[in-house]
């Protein structure tokens, strides 16, 4: 069983040995039913610093040991995930208004990560370089960087938390993770307790809840070298001018304006199931959800269609709830502001083929059709359960369209021809295409990241791990010639 308890009146995340919370506490609520589920300790700027001089402190000695060592780590942590799962899945489901498959497969995801991190230490650490003087060896070698700012969303708190604290780690690094407050368990008391156990060495993690103040706070702090954020564009690009400016390295995972693209030759059946499952899924409230479906014109009709009797088939309700398969947004500010990018939209000519209403947090799966490429639905990311349609007749104005985003995440596209797809896919400003499937696709392995408004152009998964959580240093070593 778990050993935090959420309805304790002491609700502090442990962090490192001791618990944040100078900045008082806060509730965490839950969307769904609008229940406690507990307190969280807000982490301020002294709490910050304190846990980075530790960390920084830590580090060091955690650089030093075995790949066999971090790698135990890593792999305890997941059987000490697998051990609390139930008890995880279940805060998932409570704090971030998930369905419970969706809890499951976030777990899963996070096992992955920590399973996949402790396979990064066994990668190559560095390259053998010649040198003019052949009497000299030459050598690349990667690095820890040092102390790791990560700060992550309430959307998939733990997931997409541990897709940066897992690798940081693996790769010798201490970590302090700012988790949102609204998910400060799943994506912070969560990763605290299983790395405990785990025996990582005291120091080396620390969990510090709060809001955008807290997060400031670590990308100021002196002693992170680097920082990992997933969240807004907006947010993102705060966190990049701060971080610029003092140099660091950032690596920036953020919003998602993405396109689905139906070509006239597509399988229907196939293409309205990826259409679906890409804009409900989560309520909407993924970073590579389905912002726009981009339709043929002959074929755009019967789409609709499509998207009408399953938008209508969703029952909304609590994710806690028998039969429930759309729960709520994660607050009744964000159904506003989703309602209200729908009211513009209307405004701008589309035209509402089912949904567009909300009762609390609670937003009715919506279906647009009659989307142009001015219009409210087509230009924001809507981060909510709306499918907006927008008609094309050429394969290049599909291609414009598609383009016609400052964001670059992923994209679908959906045609019996493969090849020809993929010519499509090759001039897409997107970092990762599907082709017959969904926008929403990653593992723990592959190149996770976009560019634009998407990101930086930084890469979470595998390998990639290595570029950001490590730094290159060029070493000499006179040797002795025969």
């Given at each position: 069983?778990?050993?935090?308890?959420?309805?304790e009146a002491d609700g502090r995340i442990y962090s490192g040995g001791w618990r944040a919370g100078g900045g008082g506490t806060q509730p965490v609520v839950s969307p769904g039913d609008g229940g406690k589920v507990g307190l969280a300790g807000i982490a301020d700027q002294h709490d910050v610093e304190r846990a980075g001089t530790r960390a920084a402190q830590a580090q060091a000695g955690w650089s030093r040991t075995s790949y066999r060592t971090r790698a135990d780590v890593l792999t305890r942590a997941a059987d000490a995930l697998?051990?609390?799962?139930?008890?995880?899945?279940?805060?998932?489901?409570?704090?971030?208004?998930?369905?419970?498959?969706?809890?499951?497969?976030?777990?899963?995801?996070?096992?992955?990560?920590?399973?996949?991190?402790?396979?990064?230490?066994?990668?190559?650490?560095?390259?053998?370089?010649?040198?003019?003087?052949?009497?000299?060896?030459?050598?690349?070698?990667?690095?820890?960087?040092?102390?790791?700012?990560?700060?992550?969303?309430?959307?998939?708190?733990?997931?997409?938390?541990?897709?940066?604290?897992?690798?940081?780690?693996?790769?010798?690094?201490?970590?302090?993770?700012?988790?949102?407050?609204?998910?400060?368990?799943?994506?912070?008391?969560?990763?605290?307790?299983?790395?405990?156990?785990?025996?990582?060495?005291?120091?080396?993690?620390?969990?510090?809840?709060?809001?955008?103040?807290?997060?400031?706070?670590?990308?100021?702090?002196?002693?992170?070298?680097?920082?990992?954020?997933?969240?807004?564009?907006?947010?993102?690009?705060?966190?990049?001018?701060?971080?610029?400016?003092?140099?660091?390295?950032?690596?920036?995972?953020?919003?998602?304006?993405?396109?689905?693209?139906?070509?006239?030759?597509?399988?229907?059946?196939?293409?309205?199931?990826?259409?679906?499952?890409?804009?409900?899924?989560?309520?909407?409230?993924?970073?590579?959800?389905?912002?726009?479906?981009?339709?043929?014109?002959?074929?755009?009709?019967?789409?609709?269609?499509?998207?009408?009797?399953?938008?209508?088939?969703?029952?909304?309700?609590?994710?806690?709830?028998?039969?429930?398969?759309?729960?709520?947004?994660?607050?009744?500010?964000?159904?506003?502001?989703?309602?209200?990018?729908?009211?513009?939209?209307?405004?701008?000519?589309?035209?509402?083929?089912?949904?567009?209403?909300?009762?609390?947090?609670?937003?009715?799966?919506?279906?647009?059709?009659?989307?142009?490429?001015?219009?409210?639905?087509?230009?924001?990311?809507?981060?909510?359960?709306?499918?907006?349609?927008?008609?094309?007749?050429?394969?290049?104005?599909?291609?414009?369209?598609?383009?016609?985003?400052?964001?670059?995440?992923?994209?679908?596209?959906?045609?019996?021809?493969?090849?020809?797809?993929?010519?499509?896919?090759?001039?897409?400003?997107?970092?990762?295409?599907?082709?017959?499937?969904?926008?929403?696709?990653?593992?723990?392995?592959?190149?996770?990241?976009?560019?634009?408004?998407?990101?930086?152009?930084?890469?979470?998964?595998?390998?990639?791990?290595?570029?950001?959580?490590?730094?290159?240093?060029?070493?000499?070593?006179?040797?002795?010639?025969?």
């Amino acid at each position: 069983m778990a050993r935090w308890d959420l309805n304790e009146a002491d609700g502090r995340i442990y962090s490192g040995g001791w618990r944040a919370g100078g900045g008082g506490t806060q509730p965490v609520v839950s969307p769904g039913d609008g229940g406690k589920v507990g307190l969280a300790g807000i982490a301020d700027q002294h709490d910050v610093e304190r846990a980075g001089t530790r960390a920084a402190q830590a580090q060091a000695g955690w650089s030093r040991t075995s790949y066999r060592t971090r790698a135990d780590v890593l792999t305890r942590a997941a059987d000490a995930l697998r051990d609390i799962r139930a008890d995880v899945e279940d805060v998932l489901v409570r704090e971030s208004g998930s369905l419970p498959a969706k809890a499951k497969h976030e777990v899963d995801k996070a096992i992955d990560e920590l399973i996949a991190a402790s396979g990064l230490v066994t990668q190559s650490q560095g390259d053998l370089l010649p040198v003019e003087d052949p009497a000299t060896l030459g050598l690349a070698r990667r690095i820890p960087v040092g102390v790791v700012g990560v700060i992550a969303p309430w959307n998939a708190p733990l997931m997409l938390a541990m897709r940066s604290v897992a690798p940081a780690l693996a790769l010798g690094n201490a970590v302090l993770v700012k988790p949102d407050v609204k998910t400060a368990f799943s994506g912070g008391a969560v990763i605290a307790q299983i790395f405990e156990q785990a025996g990582l060495p005291d120091g080396v993690l620390h969990v510090l809840p709060g809001g955008a103040a807290t997060g400031e706070a670590v990308v100021r702090s002196p002693h992170t070298n680097a920082i990992s954020f997933t969240g807004s564009s907006a947010a993102g690009r705060r966190v990049g001018e701060i971080a610029g400016g003092l140099l660091k390295r950032v690596v920036l995972e953020l919003g998602g304006n993405n396109a689905f693209i139906v070509l006239a030759d597509a399988d229907l059946d196939r293409a309205a199931a990826g259409g679906v499952g890409g804009t409900f899924r989560h309520q909407g409230q993924i970073c590579m959800a389905t912002g726009r479906h981009l339709v043929h014109e002959s074929i755009a009709d019967e789409y609709v269609e499509r998207l009408k009797a399953a938008a209508g088939k969703l029952r909304l309700g609590d994710p806690k709830a028998p039969g429930t398969t759309l729960g709520p947004l994660i607050t009744t500010a964000q159904a506003e502001r989703v309602h209200g990018i729908v009211e513009a939209a209307v405004a701008d000519g589309a035209r509402v083929v089912h949904g567009a209403t909300h009762d609390g947090a609670f937003y009715q799966p919506t279906v647009l059709d009659g989307v142009t490429a001015d219009n409210a639905a087509f230009r924001s990311e809507i981060f909510g359960p709306v499918a907006p349609v927008t008609r094309f007749s050429t394969e290049e104005e599909a291609l414009e369209l598609a383009n016609a985003t400052e964001y670059g995440l992923s994209a679908a596209i959906h045609s019996r021809d493969v090849a020809r797809a993929l010519g499509f896919a090759s001039r897409l400003r997107a970092g990762m295409v599907a082709l017959n499937g969904q926008t929403i696709y990653d593992a723990a392995h592959i190149p996770m990241g976009g560019l634009g408004a998407s990101g930086n152009g930084g890469r979470h998964g595998g390998h990639w791990n290595l570029d950001e959580f490590t730094y290159w240093q060029w070493v000499t070593v006179p040797t002795i010639q025969p």
